[in-house]
């Protein structure tokens, strides 16, 4: 029974996952738009999604191993294994750096809204299963 709920909830969770993650990218370009040769990056959010929920219906990251006698494990992916990828920028600036701060709050304030909904999604989805286990 916990494992269907697991299961119910993890396609969610790593929604809210990701977008925290693209969240703290987003604004660490908007923290860097006077930093000179800064790129600015982003994510493919889609395709990131993709990813984790695929790896976590195998049980984690396998992990590799030196020699046949260490003990096997399974690992957590970290924010550094998403594809972060630079940003083309829509016109060069003299001093290299690439945030377009149009664009980028554009992105932060869709990301923020995203968030929000998936936090809504997520409480609808515990509330119902709440009140489906209660009785009357």
Known sequence: MIDQLGAALDFHQQALSLRQQRHKVLASNIANADTPNYKARDMDFASELQKAVSTSSSKGLALSR?????????????ALDHGLKYRVPDQPSLD???VDMDRERTAFADNSVRYQAALTIINSRIQGLKSAMQSE
């Open 66 to 78: 030196s020699s046949e006698r260490h003990i096997a494990g399974q690992g957590l992916s970290s």
């Open 96 to 98: 290299g750096n690439t």
